[in-house]
C-alpha cells in the first residue's frame, strides 16, 4: 500500500510552458514534504520542500503547492526548460525522519 | 565540501552469495538512510542510522541489515542474494533533523 502517490509516470510538456507535477499521499501524520530530481546515473538532488504550516512555497521557476485537506501537494515549474527534463520524487516525511518517496514522474521538456 | 560517496558504483554478484555496500556521508551529517531504487517502484526506505544506532527501518526481510561507524560512515549487507534484489542502493546523508538529505550516486547492483 503506497503512502505517497505520484500517478502521472510521465508527462510531456512544450518548452516555455507550465509543468505540473502531482503528489497524493494517505498517512495524514506526514508534516514535511520535499521534491527531488534525478537524472540518469546521478543520485536524487534536493529541488524544493514544504512544511505542513505553509500552503506554498516557491523558489525561482519552482513553485509546491500543499493542500493539507485534499492530501495533494504539487510542483510547478515555470517556465520549463529542456534541462528540466528529468524524474521527479515527491517524499514526505513526519518530524523529518523516515521519508517516504513516491514512485516518480518522468518529465520530458520539449524544445 | 565532499559529497556523499557510494562504493562501488556498479556490482555483479550470483544469487546466494552476499555483498556488502559502503556510503560515506557529508562531513557533519550524522544521519545517513539507505534506499532501494527500481523500475516503477521508486525508492524504497530500507533503514536509517544516527550516531550508530537504527533509528528507522523499513518493510525489507533480515537479509538486509547495515551498520554504521563511529565516523558515521555506513555499511549495508544483503546476505543470500536474489535475482529481485537487482536495484539501485542509494545512501543519504543529513544532520538529523528535518531538512533535505543528500543521495549519492548509488551503487547498481545485478544479481545474475
Redesign the interface.
Known sequence: DQQ?K?NS?SLSVQEGRISILNCDYTNSMFD?F?W?KKYP??????LI?I?SIKDKNEDGRFTVFLNKSAKHLSLHIVPSQPGDSAVY?C?A?S??????????TRLSVLP | KAG?TQTPRYLIKTRGQQVTLSCSPISGHRSV?W?QQTP??????LF?YFSETQ??KGNFPGRFSGRQFSNSRSEMNVSTLELGDSALY?C?SSLG??????????TRLTVV
Open positions: 505517497v505520484q509516470p514535511y520535499l527531488y546515473a546521478e543520485g536524487p538532488t534536493f520542500s512544511s520524487f517524499a516525511s518530524y523529518g525522519q523516515n521519508f517516504v518517496f513516491g514512485p516518480g | 556523499v538512510s534506499y516503477g517502484q521508486g525508492l524504497q526506505f536509517e533509528r528507522n542509494l543519504a533533523s528535518a531538512g533535505e538529505a543528500f543521495f549519492g550516486q548509488g
